[in-house]
């Protein structure tokens, strides 16, 4: 006991005299989380708050270009500007550049006419008989071109989905308004009453969306609550890259040598590493939280609210830290030199990170990936973070999650001790 | 009749996949209480010999054995009985001399009293007492010498092996530190010691072994061999056994 206990004061004397080494451990992770969050911040008020920039070339001189127009204004996520020719499609690169436009919408020459045609080649068989339905129905007036949807590339592929998903309901609502007003005077005999117009085409029932938790809060989460868990479990097994480094200069040190030809055994040393860079990794985790729930809302970010369950989020801290030091000790136990440590570590720690669900959800991921992903650590902590931040959980809702945790980290254990037996290291 | 510091019987090693060094029915014994000098030229097995010594490498066949304790056997409780004074400079240059003694010091199993008694006493016999607190890191050569030494002899070895552990040092530490091996030894340590300085080891060591590619070539006490062989000095019965040509 009195061994360990001289080598975590001598591991934190070395730790706390390196200040460089202390403020990249502390102000690096930081400074990422705030980056990452600020920048996934912006992303969520550009969808949810900002409007995005549309150029809108109508060369369609009938009144539905100009009703799809007025349809695309009322969704209300778009900042519009309205121009009556397209032109060129290099020109439309260009207004985009010059309008700093992300999207830009072409309306084609004859899209009233075809709209018009198609309402009523369907009024004219919803009407007819049943038999005469089955006969081959008479094709619309000719567009003389589609409907075409320009995008800056920078707009990742969900984002552009949304964007189009909202073009095509106005363009929709214009169809089902031809459509409807067709049947009505094709039965009436006159025009549809505006009240009508409005109820069948706007009275859609509304849908609210609900985030689910598990405590029965409804607030919805923030780039906060996303982003702090999640880019602070990779900042703790970014300890890899100091620790790493330390394991492989000491084992290859004289001081090493000498401490295999004393008494007291080289896991000695590997407990306080566990120990003093176990305490760093949570203390980092600490100082972050601290950071998104106190300074956030100064720094303009949305406020990080801790979960109720404290204790639950020590217990998932520590096991996380715990894990991300064992992983760095096997790094450092199996690299040769410090540069084989940092390479392989900062890698592998981007590979587990990505598929641990920081970089892209899991749920995304493709089939063949599932299974694999339950192998990277950082994949568990975050479903316990989650669990923790997103869903209102208590400790008993991520139990599961943090013993997938240990058992990882058992594993990697094992690795090491493997590592330090071949090796003739202890 | 006392036993052997040392003695190594039918000894075997090779490391694996590599060409060069390697022991076979190899021999040698150590007397309690000597100033034995290994010497030989560049890849002769002097620090191998001294890692298998040491515990640091296990040997495939034989024995070694120390003050009648196989090191095989006993590789933790045989770490007590010994010293170890590295080469390579082995402390942490990040830590005082005195936090250095101090944490090899639980190492090596002893209580804070003794700790700190042996910590004031090593500072002061080595000259060090005036630079204890300062970061090893900022020592001259010698100083960093001395503290290699002094974690060497914290425990009171009965035996201490020494590789090369004045080189790079001033005529000044290195005076100091030969002068304090000899005291120890008079103490009862033994010492075993390899270095390529001749003189400084004709004027530690009272007997020595010559060994060339894993096999002792000439063993004996000094003054005896220089008169056998007819030299005034270690290093002209040096390059008589071990040749002239270059080594690696």
Redesign the interface.
């Known amino acids: 006991m009195q061994t360990l206990k001289a080598t975590i004061i001598k591991d934190l004397k070395i730790l706390l005299r390196d200040r460089v080494g202390l403020f990249m451990m502390f102000f690096m992770p930081i400074l990422l989380v705030v980056v990452i969050t600020s920048v996934q911040n912006s992303t969520f008020e550009l969808v949810n708050n900002n409007k995005v920039s549309l150029l809108v070339y109508n060369d369609d001189n009938g009144p539905l270009g100009r009703e799809l127009v007025e349809g695309i204004k009322k969704i209300g996520i778009f900042k519009m500007q309205v121009t009556d020719s397209a032109g060129y499609v290099l020109d439309i690169s260009r207004q985009m550049h010059e309008k700093d436009a992300l999207v830009a919408l072409m309306i084609p020459p004859g899209f009233t006419s075809y709209i018009q045609s198609k309402a009523d080649e369907i009024s004219t068989r919803a009407l007819s008989d049943p038999d005469s339905a089955k006969q081959t129905p008479s094709r619309p007036a000719a567009i003389s071109d589609s409907m075409k949807m320009y995008y800056h590339p920078v707009m990742q592929a969900s984002f552009r989905q949304s964007v189009e998903g909202a073009l095509r309901s106005a363009v929709q609502v214009i169809q089902g308004e031809a459509i409807v007003k067709k049947l009505y005077e094709a039965v009436n005999q006159k025009e549809v009453p505006a009240d009508l117009e409005n109820q069948i085409l706007f009275g859609q029932l509304p849908i609210s969306e609900i985030p689910v938790s598990r405590s029965g809060s409804r607030s919805i989460p923030n780039a906060s609550q996303h982003n702090v868990p999640a880019w602070t479990i990779f900042a703790m097994f970014f300890i890899v890259i100091s620790l790493g480094g330390i394991m492989v200069r000491e084992k290859n040190s004289g001081s090493f040598i000498r401490l295999k030809t004393m008494p007291a055994g080289y896991l000695n040393a590997l407990f306080s590493k566990q120990i003093v860079y176990g305490m760093v990794t949570v203390l980092q985790a600490a100082v972050i939280f601290t950071i998104g729930n106190k300074l956030f809302p100064f720094i303009g970010l949305p406020v990080l609210h801790l979960p109720k369950d404290i204790w639950a989020l020590v217990i998932v801290t520590v096991v996380c830290g715990y894990c991300a030091v064992n992983y760095a000790i096997c790094v450092g136990v199996y690299a040769n030199t410090p540069e084989q440590s940092n390479g392989f570590g900062a890698i592998s720690i981007l590979i587990l990170a990505a598929l641990g669900g920081l970089l892209v959800p899991s749920f995304a991921m493709p089939a063949h990936l599932q299974k694999i992903i339950q192998l990277s650590p950082l994949h568990w902590a975050l479903e316990a973070y989650y669990g923790l931040f997103l869903e209102g959980g208590k400790l008993r809702d991520i139990w599961m999650n943090i013993l997938s945790l240990l058992g990882i980290t058992f594993l990697i254990e094992g690795i090491t001790l493997y590592g330090l037996k071949s090796k003739n290291l202890i | 009749m006392s036993i052997p510091a040392i003695t190594i019987h039918d000894l075997a090693f090779h490391y694996p996949r590599q060409e060069g060094i390697c022991f076979e029915n190899f021999n040698l014994e150590i007397g309690a209480g000597e100033r034995f000098g290994l010497f030989g030229p560049n890849g002769a097995g002097k620090t191998t010999l001294m890692n298998l010594m040491?515990?640091?490498l296990?040997y495939e066949k034989g024995s070694i054995r120390l003050l009648g304790h196989e090191i095989k056997a006993h590789p933790?409780?045989v770490?007590?009985i010994?010293g170890?004074v590295?080469q390579?400079?082995?402390?942490?240059p990040?830590?005082t001399a005195r936090?250095n003694l101090?944490?090899?010091?639980?190492?090596?199993?002893l209580?804070?009293k003794v700790i700190r008694s042996r910590t004031k006493e090593l500072l002061e016999v080595l000259g060090l007492t005036s630079d204890e607190n300062r970061?090893v890191r900022n020592f001259s050569g010698g100083m960093k010498r001395r503290v290699n030494l002094a974690?060497?002899v914290m425990h009171h070895p009965k035996v201490l092996f020494l590789d090369e552990p004045t080189v790079g040092v001033d005529v000044q530490s290195r005076h100091h530190i030969i002068g304090y091996l000899k005291k120890q030894n008079e103490l009862g340590t033994t010492l075993i010691y390899t270095s390529h300085q001749l003189e400084e080891a004709a004027e530690l060591c009272n007997k020595i072994a010559l060994i060339d590619k894993g096999k002792i070539v000439a063993h004996d006490k000094l003054d005896d061999l220089l008169d056998k062989h007819g030299h005034e000095g270690l290093e002209g019965l040096f390059l008589e056994l071990t040749g002239k040509r270059f080594r690696d």
């Open positions: 040491t515990g640091l296990k933790k409780s770490n007590t010994f170890f590295p390579d400079l082995s402390y942490y990040e830590l936090e101090a944490f090899y010091g639980a190492w090596y199993g209580d804070r970061l974690i060497g």
